[in-house]
């Protein structure tokens, strides 16, 4: 069993989970109830048939042997047919001592001869010369068993044939059935009971492997994550790696979790250091004008953590919405044209402007809306940074957001024409909080941001030159993520 929670609330919420979850060991005991049950039914149906069967076989020979001692005894007097039945034919039958005999012999030219005259019937197959029938009926009210024959009359000067109908109750066959059925019940129930007793016992030895891994689980330390190296048989091995696999994302996620959480430390004890000596730097001004000038500051690295506060919580968004949030149908000209739209004032005040365009009249990807804004507003905002630190040209001033589509793919390029980006660092700026050019304010966390998300939705970010200076960003869909190709 799984390990008690010492919580006494959580103890009873436990034991009320698992007393209403389904037990597979129940389902496997009921299951080899329910296929013995089916199969002890047929068997004990088969024993049933096949022992009326065996009753009829053996008494049927007694039946045969006393009909053809009846029909050794047909003889012709003065050109009648005669029949003088011998003792032993009475003798033979009294083996089955409380079943009643019944006879009767008829000739097609004399008609009735003798025995009973109500007892009258054909067989259920057509009648052969020679051939012996037996078949079931009823007479005076019992079940009865008939020996049917039907021969020509071989004495010289006769023709016709004779009939003779030799019957008998069936209280002694129905009793050697009944002994046999019984016989072979009790043998199928003992069967069934031994079968049901090793499905139990067996049960425990299937199972095995779950309480195996269950009792490694159970046994670890709280933070150990490693794969789960026990033997376990083919129909739990795929139990065992699915379980090895989500061990491996958790580790990688506490790994990415730790690693964020230390270098976040890292980047938020630098301001906040700042921040404080700035304000002891204001607190120590002896001037109005001294003051104003350190509180200004202040004002300035308060903005520059609340942005990398901002950052840092929209990337632990992000970062939990691309494990948990499934993709969604986005049309991407409507997603950008919102975003443009909502830098456009901000772009403004710092003299930049900002121009969206599209190629394609329908631009649908699958993906996450709040993750796809996150990385397009960085990417758009990285460009209206870098554009306000060049002189004071037209061309300079501008960022150019185009949608389009090139084979298979939907494309956003972002084109700024500001400081650019050299070559070493193009291959760096997706490190989490590598900054090429500090002169300029900036987190490093955005691009990293930017990385994930693309790799998320199976998109390439290229960083390329935008002539005659500036930053080209390009952001490929793949076609997987198109309408046309979901997967």
Request: aromatic share 6%.
């Amino acid at each position: 069993m799984w390990r008690k929670l010492p919580n006494y609330q959580s103890l009873t919420e436990e034991e009320q989970a698992l007393k209403q979850a389904p037990s597979l060991r129940v389902r496997f005991i009921l299951s080899g109830i329910g296929i013995i049950s089916i199969i002890a039914i047929i068997a004990i149906n088969l024993v049933f048939n096949y022992s009326q069967r065996l009753a009829d076989l053996s008494y049927d020979r007694l039946l045969r042997s006393a009909l053809l001692q009846m029909d050794e005894n047909v003889v012709l007097v003065r050109g009648e047919v005669s029949i003088d039945i011998p003792w032993s034919v009475f003798s033979t039958l009294a083996q089955a001592n409380d079943d009643r005999i019944f006879y009767r012999v008829d000739s097609s030219e004399n008609g009735f001869i003798t025995g009973y005259k109500d007892l009258s019937g054909e067989p259920p197959k057509p009648s052969k010369l020679g051939e012996m029938q037996f078949y079931n009926q009823v007479f005076s009210a019992e079940e009865i068993r008939v020996a049917w024959l039907e021969r020509g009359l071989t004495e010289a000067n006769s023709q016709g044939t004779i009939r003779i109908l030799l019957a008998q109750t069936r209280l002694s066959r129905e009793e050697m059935a009944s002994s046999i059925t019984t016989r072979a019940l009790q043998v199928v129930v003992l069967i069934v009971f031994v079968t049901i007793a090793l499905i139990t016992f067996g049960s425990h030895f299937v199972l095995r492997p779950l309480h195996r891994i269950e009792d490694v689980l159970e046994a670890r330390l709280p933070g150990d994550l490693t794969p789960i190296t026990i033997n376990t048989p083919k129909e739990t091995h795929h139990l065992k790696v699915s379980i090895n696999h989500f061990m491996a994302r958790l580790q990688r996620n506490l790994e990415q979790l730790e690693n964020y959480t230390a270098e976040s430390a890292h980047q938020l004890r630098t301001p906040l250091t700042s921040l404080k000596a700035l304000a002891e730097n204001a607190r120590d001004q002896t001037t109005p004008e001294r003051q104003k000038e350190a509180l200004e500051k202040i004002v300035l690295q308060s903005d520059k953590l609340s942005q990398t506060v901002t950052m840092l919580l929209n990337q632990a968004v992000v970062s939990h919405r691309l494990q948990t949030q499934d993709l969604v149908e986005i049309e991407m000209n409507r997603l950008v044209k919102q975003i443009c739209m909502d830098l456009a004032v901000s772009a403004l005040q710092q003299n930049i402007y900002l121009s969206f365009e599209s190629s394609t009249d329908n631009a649908p990807v699958l993906g996450d809306e709040f993750s796809l804004q996150q990385m397009l507003t960085n990417l758009i905002d990285n460009a209206i940074r870098y554009s306000r630190h060049v002189n004071d040209d037209e061309t300079s001033k501008s960022v150019d957001i185009h949608v389009f589509q090139y084979k298979t793919f939907i494309g956003v390029k972002i084109v700024d024409y500001g400081l650019g980006i050299n070559d070493d660092d193009k291959i760096k700026v997706f490190e989490r909080f590598y900054r090429g050019q500090y002169e300029i304010s900036g987190s490093g966390v955005g691009l990293a941001m930017v990385k994930d998300i693309a790799d998320r939705h199976g998109a390439t970010v290229s960083v390329l030159d935008t002539e005659p200076q500036g930053t080209t960003i390009e952001v490929l869909f793949p076609e997987r993520v198109l309408t046309g190709g979901h997967e």
